[in-house]
């Protein structure tokens, strides 16, 4: 029997070309005048330019978790909620960061808006969110997502895809008559804020950081008296 020769390894000229690959920041500037006088303000300010030039998903955020033992992981999940007390999503409970968020309850999460060569990025504790409203964007969702949430158990090893289209034809045919429940391993999770930071890139990689840290351990992300606003070296 001929077996297929193994992959070659990169090649030192292609390692020379990644190293090589280069953008030059020009975009704008980041001054403390052009930011609103709260993170929160600031953010959606920012949000509705990446929104208004056209950046797909615009709500994509990588969000890191740990486990107990310091181990981190990330991913990019939906950003389905920004107000005066956080930033929300939703998720399975039993899912790798929902596991490690129960374990240990900080986050952060960062918003890459490259094509503004911007980004925000959010350090910050994760509480659960409260059922009633987990039940109310649930309800929201498409009835396909509804019923994807009940097919999956996230995470966890399976066989093959036949498992999930097998699992979601059953819950089809169990919710066929009527609204599809929430299920109890699902909710969502608010990021609540110690420091927003806001990035945007420069030329000669000294790039504008301006950083809200919070000094009033219960304001909301609305309120400037419990913020301060520094600049962070690039």
Known sequence: MTHPSPPSPPSREGTRRLADLRVHYQAGALQEADL???PLGSFLAWFAEAEDVGIPEPNAMVLATADEHGQPSARTVLLKQADARGFA???NLGSRKGRELQGN???????PWIALQR????????????????DEYFASRPRESQLGAWSSRQSEVIEDRSV????????DERFASGAVQVPEFWGGWLVVPQTVEFWQGRPSRLHDRLRFRRIDPEAMMDDPAGWVLERLSP
Do not use: M
């Open 36 to 38: 609103a006088p709260d």
């Open 89 to 91: 999503f939703y998720t």
């Open 119 to 134: 980004q925000v990025c959010v350090v910050g504790s994760a509480r659960l969110i409260d059922r009633a409203e987990v």
């Open 164 to 171: 999930l289209q097998q699992r979601y034809q059953q819950v």
């Open 105 to 111: 309850p900080q986050a952060a999460i960062a918003f």
